[in-house]
């Protein structure tokens, strides 16, 4: 890991709604590691309202979207919790066959457009903390993560 200058290291704090992140999913404001793995025990949290690891994101110019009324809206570049993103993806905007939940097991083989509503807006509404890097752009981004996991780890 490169040396970190602290006062190189800046985050916001936001709040989102998965129903936002399937929003800027289908619209190309987030991008993330295609590579990632999905899961689907992460809708399982959703559905037993368990909290969920945050992401971090660094605002990304080149995913910008600018609405009818002017408003840009930044993008989001995800490098740490591409999982979730990727899950989101997988079995929510492509409805993919839920399989291996082990709580919620009489969802297994059903795909989300089948879930009963309440349960679909339990996914939606799930909260998911944001943290939004705008450390400056000569701070490697992985050093961050390395720091922010390394921190985690230790008090988790």
Known sequence: MNKIIPFEIEFNYNQA???????????????????????????????????????IVRC???????????????????????????????????????EGLEVCTEYNGKRYSELPRHMQRRIEETIIHVYIDNSYYNTDKNDVVKLYTDIMSTII
């Open 17 to 55: 709604y998965i129903n936002t992140l399937m929003k800027r999913l289908s619209n190309g404001t987030i991008d993330y590691d295609k590579n990632s793995t999905s899961d689907v025990r992460l809708l399982e949290l959703c559905l037993c309202i368990f909290p969920i690891m945050p992401i």
């Open 60 to 98: 990304n110019t080149k995913l910008n979207l600018r609405d009818q009324n002017g408003h840009i809206e930044p993008g989001w570049s995800v490098y740490k919790g591409s999982g979730l993103i990727k899950t989101i993806q997988e079995y929510i905007l492509e409805d993919k066959l839920i």
